[in-house]
């Protein structure tokens, strides 16, 4: 079976730094992009940050200059920094992956895009 397993969130303080991570686990012959959405209350699921397997990465402008996505393709592992927080990145944040598996041969492999299960980071004040 393969998951995402995210960290615990925490406590948003203004102007403050949290980090975020989340590893892939299971049966994965390799990760492809990682990423990170987040959904606040009343509001739909929007992309914060992604990164392929190259690097490369892109982020929403709400959050540019201030969060910073890596990985750690050894560990499966993305990370999220996030610094100068602001109140309206109150939200629960998820990881996204599109991971391939090995099939029934050794040519055979699937292609999956799973989520986390999601990882509250709510204002302090």
């Known amino acids: 079976q393969v998951q995402l397993v995210e960290s615990v969130g925490g406590l948003l303080q203004a102007g403050g730094s949290l980090r975020l991570s989340c590893t892939a686990s299971g049966n994965i012959f390799s990760t492809n992009y990682m990423a990170w959405y987040r959904q606040a209350p009343g509001q739909q699921r929007e992309l914060v940050s992604r990164i392929d397997n190259a690097g490369s990465t892109n982020y929403a402008d709400s959050v540019k200059g201030r969060f910073t996505i890596s990985r750690d393709n050894a560990k499966n592992t993305v990370y999220l920094q996030m610094d100068n927080l602001k109140p309206e990145d109150t939200a629960v944040y998820y990881c996204?992956?599109?991971?391939?598996?090995?099939?029934?041969?050794?040519?055979?492999?699937?292609?999956?895009?799973?989520w986390g299960q999601g990882t509250l980071v709510t204002d302090s004040s």
């Open positions: 996204n992956a599109g991971v391939w598996v090995p099939g029934t041969s050794s040519t055979d492999f699937k292609y999956f895009e799973i």
